[in-house]
């Protein structure tokens, strides 16, 4: 089973940017499918963006058109972008492996000042 290891959180101010990776410990090229869950203090765990190695794209209402992602499968890395960050963006942010994810990353965590 494949190892997920995030990074790139830490303290963004609103309208900010931020870029989150994902590295794998092994090969990601056989994963059809990884995304990007987050959780916030109090809140359960949400979905926000995936993608598939067949190009498909899907991502949470509340980051669609501010938000990227990114399967490198042949440096078995996966990223995620997010532009105009606001203050409810800010959660652990997790990757994840499969469609019904089986492997996660242990979080990176999202803060986003007002």
């Known amino acids: 089973q494949v190892q997920l290891q995030e990074s790139g959180g830490g303290l963004v101010q609103t309208g900010g940017s931020l870029r989150l990776s994902c590295a794998a410990s092994?090969?990601?090229?056989?994963?059809?499918?990884m995304g990007w869950y987050r959780q916030a203090p109090g809140k359960e765990r949400e979905f926000v963006a995936s993608i598939t190695n067949g190009g498909r794209l899907d991502f949470a209402d509340s980051v669609r058109g501010r938000t990227t992602i990114h399967k490198d499968n042949k440096n078995n890395i996966l990223r995620l972008e997010m532009h105009d960050l606001r203050p409810e963006d800010s959660a652990v942010y997790y990757c994840?492996?499969?469609?019904?994810?089986?492997?996660w990353g242990q979080g990176t965590q999202v803060t986003v000042s007002a």
């Open positions: 994840a492996a499969g469609e019904r994810p089986y492997s």
């Open positions: 092994g090969s990601i090229f056989s994963i059809n499918t």
